[in-house]
């Protein structure tokens, strides 16, 4: 599904990743590391936001020489998501739906089930970190990505939202997609079809099953 | 004053007034900044009997009065909806009809500009005797202040049920289609505003003072070229505004399956918007007191330098001094080209150096 080639990244003279080659089947991957070892770098790498050496292919298509493609494979939620303050829901919501092509019944959908119909029209300037988190989540999973990159994606959720994502992630998993995340906090891995663990060591990467 | 009047007038009125004072200024300007004072009043006067008489014109009138009332209920229903205004929801203890009153006093105080033309428009129309039309306004007024008064009630009241009427919302969102450049421009429009407007409001005003002096006989560009050369420098600033926007708020843009064409297009449209009012005023000045050639080099020598300035952020770092000197070494090369006279000839390679530099600076930056 995912594939690593040669891929380094360096800030200025400070190298922080370089995965040599390595090969991620589809499922659902908890990416760990202790702070600044290169987590959420690498999650933006994948998202197509930040240059690299190298190369990623996603389901074959490649960052570099087929980006549209690739990037339309690729869905991703920052950990904290920040939104210029005078657009609403409603703006980025639509912008999305157009950009990622996907049915407006989607995005009805994922907000009824997060409650957000009432803030929605309103500005995000008003909305509080959670909500704002709440839409970061519902806009990586509009459209058909085959691979959903979310960056601590329970910080300043509410356990009913954590558990509505849980069971989101496992019904998308059903549907064959992938993720790929990033969490400090504790997670029952009875709660998660996690598939296997990605430890960033020495600024490359290692997988090692669940148990 | 009692005490949940004071804080409205605090939390709605002032607030609204304040955010909206430039809104205000404009409106203000438009109509009475543009007439000398000896003729205001003969020249409202000559505005008002239209009113009365034209019905189409009243039509118009009315309808934009029911822009500033959609304008308001937006506005109060955002704020009410607001997190930092929460306490508003302790309101309805009040009472239902006390409520309500205080609400309305509210509408009657955001109306107050609209109030206070229509009742000079009706005191007009009662000394005419053209009663039909006095009762339409009246009846207008009252109607829309008694409707958002209603609005405003029911969202206390009921929380959440206005906006979360299907209907309402599904339209809200189809509808509308944003494209990436828009969120640029209203980044521009809400947070610089004063900033945008002072940069138009110069740039504008240099060139039609600049350029109405301008006669066949004693016809020279370069020092208005110099003077509007300053312009395009401040609209440096613009530009370096929407590209911190881009990199702290807008992100998530660069993960999405746009081609970089397409990504391009955003900014040649952005900026074909934020440079409009130049093009229009050197279009009006257009042949008496600027040569077409002439125009059409200030329009493509400004047009070009706003892309290659965007393009040029792509290369360098977002470091304001950095961004400074390579702006002024931007306007020297275009300052020589006017005095060469090929003002044309350095627009066409700033727009090629623009372009290149995008899909470089783009690649490079994200990958």
């Given at each position: 599904?995912?594939?690593?080639?040669?891929?380094?990244?360096?800030?200025?003279?400070?190298?922080?990743?370089?995965?040599?080659?390595?090969?991620?089947?589809?499922?659902?991957?908890?990416?760990?590391?202790?702070?600044?070892?290169?987590?959420t770098?690498?999650?933006?790498?994948?998202?197509?936001?930040?240059?690299?050496?190298?190369?990623?292919?996603?389901?074959?298509?490649?960052?570099?020489?087929?980006?549209?493609?690739?990037?339309?494979?690729?869905?991703?939620?920052?950990?904290?998501?920040?939104?210029?303050?005078?657009?609403?829901?409603?703006?980025?919501?639509?912008?999305?739906?157009?950009?990622?092509?996907?049915?407006?019944?989607?995005?009805?959908?994922?907000?009824?089930?997060?409650?957000?119909?009432?803030?929605?029209?309103?500005?995000?300037?008003?909305?509080?970190d959670?909500?704002?988190?709440?839409?970061?989540?519902?806009?990586?999973?509009?459209?058909?990505?085959?691979l959903?990159?979310?960056?601590?994606?329970?910080?300043?959720?509410d356990?009913?939202?954590?558990?509505?994502?849980?069971?989101?992630?496992?019904?998308?998993?059903?549907?064959?997609?992938?993720?790929l995340?990033?969490?400090?906090?504790?997670?029952?891995?009875?709660?998660?079809?996690?598939?296997?663990?990605?430890?960033?060591?020495?600024?490359?990467?290692?997988?090692?099953?669940?148990? | 004053?009692?005490?949940?009047?004071?804080?409205?007038?605090?939390?709605?009125?002032?607030?609204?007034?304040?955010?909206?004072?430039?809104?205000?200024?404009?409106?203000?300007?438009?109509?009475?900044?543009i007439?000398?004072?000896?003729?205001?009043?003969?020249?409202?006067?000559?505005?008002?009997?239209?009113?009365?008489?034209?019905?189409?014109?009243?039509?118009?009138?009315?309808?934009?009065?029911?822009?500033?009332?959609?304008?308001?209920?937006?506005w109060?229903?955002?704020?009410?909806?607001?997190?930092?205004?929460?306490?508003?929801?302790?309101?309805?203890?009040?009472?239902?009809?006390?409520?309500f009153?205080?609400?309305?006093?509210?509408?009657?105080?955001?109306?107050?500009?609209?109030?206070?033309?229509?009742?000079?428009?009706?005191?007009?129309?009662?000394?005419?005797?053209?009663?039909?039309?006095?009762?339409?306004?009246?009846?207008?007024?009252?109607?829309?202040?008694?409707?958002?008064?209603?609005?405003?009630?029911?969202?206390?009241?009921?929380?959440?049920?206005?906006?979360?009427?299907?209907?309402?919302?599904?339209?809200?969102?189809?509808?509308?289609?944003?494209?990436?450049?828009?969120?640029?421009?209203?980044?521009?429009?809400?947070?610089?505003?004063?900033?945008?407007?002072?940069?138009?409001?110069?740039?504008?005003g240099?060139?039609?003072?600049?350029?109405?002096?301008?006669?066949?006989?004693?016809?020279?560009?370069?020092?208005?070229?110099?003077?509007f050369?300053?312009?395009l420098?401040?609209?440096?600033?613009?530009?370096?505004?929407?590209?911190?926007?881009?990199?702290?708020?807008?992100?998530?843009?660069?993960s999405?399956?746009?081609?970089?064409?397409?990504?391009?297009?955003?900014?040649?449209?952005?900026?074909?918007?934020?440079?409009?009012?130049?093009?229009?005023?050197?279009?009006?000045?257009?042949?008496?007191?600027?040569?077409?050639?002439?125009?059409?080099?200030?329009v493509?020598?400004?047009?070009?330098?706003?892309?290659?300035?965007?393009?040029?952020?792509?290369?360098?770092?977002?470091?304001?001094?950095?961004?400074?000197?390579?702006?002024?070494?931007?306007?020297?090369?275009?300052?020589?080209?006017?005095?060469?006279?090929?003002?044309?000839?350095?627009?066409?390679?700033?727009?090629?150096?623009?372009?290149?530099?995008?899909?470089?600076?783009?690649?490079?930056?994200?990958?």
């Open positions: 599904m995912l594939e690593f080639i040669q891929l380094e990244k360096a800030y200025g003279s400070q190298p922080i990743l370089s995965i040599p080659s390595s090969r991620l089947d589809r499922g659902v991957y908890w990416l760990q590391g202790p702070n600044g070892s290169g987590k770098t690498l999650l933006r790498i994948i998202a197509g936001i930040i240059s690299f050496k190298g190369d990623i292919r996603l389901e074959g298509h490649s960052l570099r020489r087929d980006p549209i493609a690739y990037r339309r494979a690729v869905s991703w939620a920052d950990a904290e998501p920040r939104y210029p303050a005078f657009l609403t829901g409603n703006d980025l919501l639509s912008f999305y739906l157009s950009v990622r092509k996907a049915p407006f019944s989607q995005a009805e959908q994922l907000i009824s089930a997060f409650s957000m119909a009432a803030y929605i029209p309103t500005r995000i300037g008003s909305w509080s959670g909500m704002i988190k709440k839409l970061s989540l519902v806009l990586a999973f509009l459209g058909a990505p085959s959903i990159v979310l960056d601590e994606p329970l910080v300043t959720l356990i009913a939202s954590v558990q509505l994502l849980y069971e989101m992630i496992r019904y998308h998993r059903g549907q064959g997609r992938s993720f995340f990033t969490s400090h906090q504790d997670i029952v891995l009875s709660s998660l079809p996690i598939e296997r663990k990605i430890f960033i060591r020495d600024q490359t990467i290692e997988t090692l099953a669940v148990a | 004053m009692n005490h949940p009047r004071s804080v409205l007038w605090k939390a709605l009125i002032r607030q609204y007034y304040r955010q909206n004072a430039g809104f205000f200024l404009f409106f203000f300007l438009f109509f009475f900044g007439i000398a004072p000896s003729q205001q009043l003969a020249y409202h006067y000559a505005i008002i009997l239209g009113i009365l008489h034209t019905p189409a014109l009243l039509i118009l009138v009315l309808f934009c009065w029911l822009l500033y009332a959609i304008k308001c209920i937006r109060i229903m955002g704020v009410q909806q607001s997190p930092d205004h929460v306490f508003l929801y302790v309101l309805p203890l009040m009472g239902r009809i006390r409520t009153c205080l609400l309305l006093e509210i509408q009657i105080i955001f109306f107050l500009p609209i109030i206070f033309y229509a009742t000079a428009v009706v005191a007009i129309a009662c000394i005419q005797a053209v009663w039909s039309v006095a009762l339409v306004i009246i009846c207008f007024i009252v109607w829309i202040c008694l409707i958002s008064a209603a609005l405003y009630w029911y969202e206390l009241f009921y929380p959440g049920r206005l906006t979360r009427m299907p209907l309402l919302y599904r339209k809200a969102t189809r509808k509308k289609h944003m494209p990436y450049w828009s969120f640029l421009l209203r980044g521009l429009v809400t947070q610089h505003k004063a900033l945008l407007a002072g940069i138009k409001l110069f740039g504008c240099i060139l039609y003072l600049l350029l109405k002096i301008q006669t066949p006989d004693d016809y020279d560009i370069r020092m208005p070229f110099l003077v050369s300053v312009a420098l401040g609209h440096g600033a613009l530009i370096y505004e929407t590209r911190r926007l881009e990199e702290e708020k807008l992100l998530f843009y660069r999405m399956p746009v081609p970089i064409f397409k990504r391009l297009l955003q900014y040649v449209i952005l900026y074909l918007l934020v440079f409009l009012p130049e093009i229009i005023t050197i279009c009006r000045l257009m042949p008496d007191h600027i040569r077409i050639k002439d125009a059409l080099g200030f493509s020598a400004g047009y070009s330098t706003l892309l290659l300035l965007n393009s040029c952020l792509f290369i360098i770092s977002l470091q304001r001094s950095d961004f400074i000197k390579l702006s002024l070494g931007i306007f020297g090369i275009l300052y020589f080209g006017v005095l060469s006279d090929n003002l044309i000839l350095f627009s066409g390679l700033f727009l090629l150096t623009a372009g290149s530099l995008f899909f470089r600076g783009y690649c490079r930056k994200y990958g």
